[in-house]
């Protein structure tokens, strides 16, 4: 009987962390007026943000509107730019879809399965917009999984889970795509 309760208990657990966005002790990093979303890997709590990129007069930079950096969480929580290589795998490519509206087609460099879209919201803030189960969601975070060879480098991504906000019902929705 015991076993039975526990198991239903872990299968809650998992339930609940899937659907909120949350990997098992994982730091989440402060939400700030910036801030898109942020992706984590299983190698590390590093987290990598993904923020609004503005002129100083607050406009947004339709050059580079999207800046992506460190919240190095293992190292104090200080914030560092990705490198060159760093850039390459976990960076995004913009492309303006609607100059009158300022919003951009927005692809990982090394991930096109999934088209993502800058745009304002309906309170007229930006969001990063992606299907997740087919249905269109504010993007919150990204987890990726991904398998160490022996020296503990991660060589090849098992999993992605998306994780957002439905436009449609305000509720929390999540997806997991095979890699």
């Not at 909120?20 to 943000?49: A, D």
């Not at 509107?65 to 490198?83: C, D, N, Q, T």
């Not at 007229?124 to 189960?133: E, L, R």
Request: charged content about 25%; overall charge positive; proline content about 4%.
């Amino acid at each position: 009987m015991n076993f039975f309760k526990y198991t239903i208990l872990a299968g809650i657990l998992m339930f609940c962390n899937l659907c909120f966005g949350q990997q098992p002790s994982y730091p989440v990093p402060p939400k700030t007026e910036k801030m898109l979303f942020y992706l984590q890997r299983s190698h590390n709590k590093n987290t990598i943000i993904y923020d609004l990129n503005t002129l100083p007069d607050g406009k947004l930079d339709i050059k580079n509107p999207i800046h992506v950096y460190w919240m190095r969480f293992e190292e104090g929580g200080r914030k560092a730019e990705l490198s060159f290589i760093q850039r390459r795998a976990f960076g995004v490519k913009c492309k303006l879809a609607d100059k009158s509206e300022n919003s951009f087609i927005v692809q990982f460099n090394n991930f096109h399965k999934r088209e993502m879209r800058l745009s304002k919201n309906a309170s007229g803030s930006y969001n990063i917009f992606i299907k997740i189960n087919n249905e269109t969601a504010e993007l919150e975070c990204v987890y990726i999984k991904a398998e160490n060879n022996a020296l503990g480098i991660p060589m090849s991504f098992k999993y992605m889970d998306l994780y957002g906000i439905s436009v449609k019902t305000r509720q929390k929705i999540s997806e997991r795509l095979n890699l």
